[in-house]
């Protein structure tokens, strides 16, 4: 399978804990987005990288949320001292610097649950 | 903030009917994608338009750029039950660097056997 990859799928944890997520973008693709969704709600924007360079974060990216990429190629984003209102679903996305268009491909999503 | 609304939210209609759903915005977009999003999944790209008037067809499902560039429609024919799915507009912004999404809250669609 060559589409954007996520790991973990669900990651269940208490309030106070930290988590990291992964993703793995498609391979020749040297953008990659970093999202979360709300139940009832569209996704919505949080980072971009382009290869390793971080080059826009929205105000939803607390200080508590950091996102590497360090070699361009697969990315975390970590969520220090979870907070119940962190619960949602993580998405990635991926797309290639040589499309014109904003194409940008999904992964599965990472869900997050915060007791 | 760019806001892109869509309609209807919901949407529930028996197998082999006619169905559109509406993406509209104030701002004009660069370019703008069609998902379709599964419950515990990531959304899935359908369609990308980019020029004013626009119409691109995929099977059962017709999608139309506005002539401003500002609005969109889905339009899906004879639907049937696996067209069922969240469906979600999505839009890039030049004033914004054209590099993040903005989504809509997405129309939820059901096909009723």
């Known amino acids: 399978d060559t589409g954007v990859s996520q790991n973990p799928r669900h990651k269940i944890t208490k309030r106070g804990q930290n988590v990291t997520f992964r993703c793995d973008p498609i391979?020749?693709?040297?953008?990659l987005y970093w999202y979360r969704q709300t139940l009832g709600q569209g996704p919505e924007f949080l980072t971009y990288?382009?290869?390793?360079?971080?080059?826009?974060k929205s105000r939803l990216l607390s200080d508590r949320f950091s996102a590497e990429r360090p070699k361009g190629s697969f990315s975390t984003l970590e969520i220090q001292r979870t907070e119940q209102g962190d619960s949602a679903m993580y998405l990635c996305?991926?797309?290639?610097?040589?499309?014109?268009?904003?194409?940008?491909?999904f992964g599965p999503g990472t869900r997050l649950t915060v007791l | 903030t760019q806001l892109l609304e869509q309609s209807p939210q919901f949407l529930s209609i028996q197998e082999g009917e006619n169905l559109t759903v509406y993406c509209n915005s104030s701002?004009?977009?660069?370019?703008l994608q069609w998902y379709r999003q599964e419950p515990g999944e990531g959304p899935v790209l359908l369609v990308t338009?980019?020029?004013?008037?626009e119409v691109k067809k995929l099977k059962r499902l017709t999608f139309q750029f506005g002539d401003a560039r500002k609005d969109s429609s889905l339009h899906i024919t004879a639907a049937q039950p696996g067209d069922t799915g969240l469906y979600l507009c999505?839009?890039?912004?030049?004033?914004?660097?054209?590099?993040?999404?903005?989504f809509g809250t997405g129309t939820r669609l059901t096909i009723i056997p």
């Open positions: 990288f382009q290869n390793e360079a971080q080059l826009e």
């Open positions: 701002s004009v977009f660069s370019s």
């Open positions: 391979s020749e693709h040297n953008r």
């Open positions: 999505a839009g890039g912004y030049p004033d914004f660097g054209n590099e993040k999404l903005t």
């Open positions: 338009v980019v020029t004013g008037g």
């Open positions: 996305a991926s797309r290639s610097g040589f499309s014109s268009y904003n194409e940008q491909f």
